[in-house]
């Protein structure tokens, strides 16, 4: 059994830690936050639970677990990930892993010098069988002539920036904005299931303090162009397509796959199954295996695999926000 500890009390963090302790090869033993009351309040329907922190370094440090979960605002993923490598542990860190090309060397390198340790993007969709089922159908079509990628979700927190207020989730401070909360997965599907574009670029509608609410990507291949339209201030029911020369994959949508369609113009063959009610199972159980055998080579190459992929998406996020301008506070 992995002993577990985490950073942030939200409500993705409850989400990973009931799918952990479901996998069967978590348990979760410690907690992290900046208010003792919260990570209390966090913890009462975890009995294993017996360590709490209030401070990150002190949490770090502690014995009680091997592998955290970080799940904070955007902006400190990578301070956070950092101190964890140092502490010796193996780091799951939620998407984005970090901001820009730099930081994600640095953690390589950090990594580099900590032998036996992993370090995980949960980009969880990219984990689940219809994300999958797709990549499988996507190498069989004859051509790739291009896809049409959608996530907008009017977010509750945009009420509270209309109101006045400073959410984190629309923060330059913290990193917000849609194209880091939400365009994240359309980039790492374009990239699981393409490969890396040519070029990259962003056009963004920004809000006064410059965060982008939502906008249109478009990432170039040889032969073809990706087009990602992302938001956090509307609602789009648009469903995302795949476009071979007869064959359409149609798909209700990138980012939560749970109908997934191979289309020609007379037949409709269903590739998908029924999702998990729990959506970030596929990756608590996909980190596990790998860490509950971290010697066996077919798992050490896999977790590669995933690393070398969440390096291509951190570059390709970057280059989109360079295209338009879109820079954070502090940003190293």
Known sequence: MLRLGIVGTNWITKRFVDAAHESGLFELRAVYSR???????????????????????????????????????NSLHFSQAKAAIKAGKHVIVEKPICLNPGQMQELRELLAEHQGQFLFEAARHTHEPNYLAVKEAVAKLPVVQGATLTYMKYSSRYDAYLAGENP????????????????????????????????????PTKLANGIDAKG??????????????VGKTANSYLPGEIYGLK???????????????????TTTRTLSQTPAENELLAEAVAFGKVLTNPDLPENKAQAQAWLEQTVTVNEVMYQLRQSSNLYFEDEN
Request: charged share 20%; glycine share 4%.
């Open 216 to 229: 249109i990507a478009i990432l170039t291949y040889q032969d073809f162009t990706v087009t990602l339209n």
């Open 35 to 73: 208010k003792l009351e919260k990570a209390q309040a966090f913890a009462k329907d975890y009995p294993s639970v017996q360590d709490f922190k209030t401070d990150l370094e002190q949490f770090m440090a502690s014995p009680s677990f091997e592998v955290v979960y970080i799940a904070s605002p």
């Open 168 to 203: 984190n989730i629309f923060s330059p401070k913290f990193a917000g904005g849609a194209l880091q909360d939400l365009g994240v997965y359309m980039v790492h599907c374009a990239v699981g299931w393409f490969g890396k574009p040519l070029n990259a670029q962003y056009f």
């Open 247 to 265: 064959e359409t994959i149609w798909m209700d949508n990138a980012a939560d796959l749970k109908q997934v369609e191979l289309r020609t113009p």
